[in-house]
């Protein structure tokens, strides 16, 4: 049985895997503060766990160059995005976009690595 791996990452995935870390954990830390801060829990918890959801998936899959993890982080740029749009609140709206423009760098600069022709295949270590 074999997998396809990826050898190595470039400087490039590392880059854009850093500006996902830290743009998912920053909302998520955000979302969690704002739990207590203003008086609507519900909605934020709710945010605060999308956002914690797509740490772990860019913490660990995303790390192997798992292609679903690729494709399953493009939610967190339009689901931040599309929050802001639906919003309408002049305060929030240009973090959000910023945030959401950031996620998207990220994913561009990770693309290569999960789409490369140079990708090898290796055997599975059980």
């Not at 854009?16 to 830290?22: N, T």
């Not at 797509?54 to 679903?68: D, G, Q, S």
């Not at 931040?80 to 639906?86: H, K, T």
Request: aromatic share 12%; glycine share 8%; proline share 6%.
């Amino acid at each position: 049985m074999a997998a396809t791996v990826n050898v190595g990452h470039t400087s490039r995935f590392h880059i854009g895997r850093i500006i996902l870390l830290v743009a998912a954990g920053l909302m998520t830390l955000n979302h969690l503060s704002l739990m207590f801060i203003i008086g609507d829990p519900v909605l934020f918890m709710g945010y605060a766990i999308f956002n914690l959801y797509a740490l772990v998936v860019i913490a660990i899959p995303f790390r192997r160059c798992e292609t679903w993890a690729w494709y399953a982080t493009w939610i967190l740029p339009i689901g931040l995005a599309a929050s802001a749009a639906l919003a309408g609140d002049p305060n929030i709206t240009p973090i959000y976009y910023g945030v959401a423009a950031a996620c998207v760098l990220g994913l561009l600069l990770t693309m290569r690595n999960f789409f490369a022709g140079d990708r090898q295949v290796a055997p599975c270590v059980p």
